[in-house]
């Protein structure tokens, strides 16, 4: 199994910036892609950025330019860089780690607060 830990969460401003750390342990030898998905009050949750593990990277079109992930695979972490951050930012930031394409864990959730 596969455990999931995310950090770094709070209250920012608008246009402010914060970093998302999420630490994997367990099995982790069977991670291969790792994610971060984020989920609005009263909105479905939805995907933000994606790893593999080899370092290819894909993200939502909505924080293109604004955010980064990045994976240290010597420490099992997943990092989510969020810049010029906007109110509708605001959220639960989840990570997963997924295998061929299937989620094997999900982490707890951090909470990202954007004021205006």
């Known amino acids: 199994q596969v455990q999931l830990v995310e950090s770094g969460g709070g209250l920012v401003q608008v246009g402010g910036s914060l970093r998302l750390s999420c630490a994997a342990s367990g099995s982790t030898f069977s991670v291969d892609t790792m994610g971060w998905y984020r989920q609005a009050p009263g909105k479905q949750r939805e995907l933000v950025a994606l790893i593999t593990s080899t370092g290819i990277t894909d993200s939502a079109d909505s924080v293109k330019g604004r955010f980064t992930i990045s994976r240290d695979n010597a420490k099992n972490t997943v990092y989510l860089q969020m810049n010029s951050l906007k109110a509708d930012d605001t959220g639960v930031y989840y990570c997963?780690?997924?295998?061929?394409?299937?989620?094997?864990?999900w982490g707890q959730g951090t909470l990202v607060t954007v004021s205006s």
């Open positions: 997963n780690a997924q295998r061929f394409g299937a989620v094997v864990a």
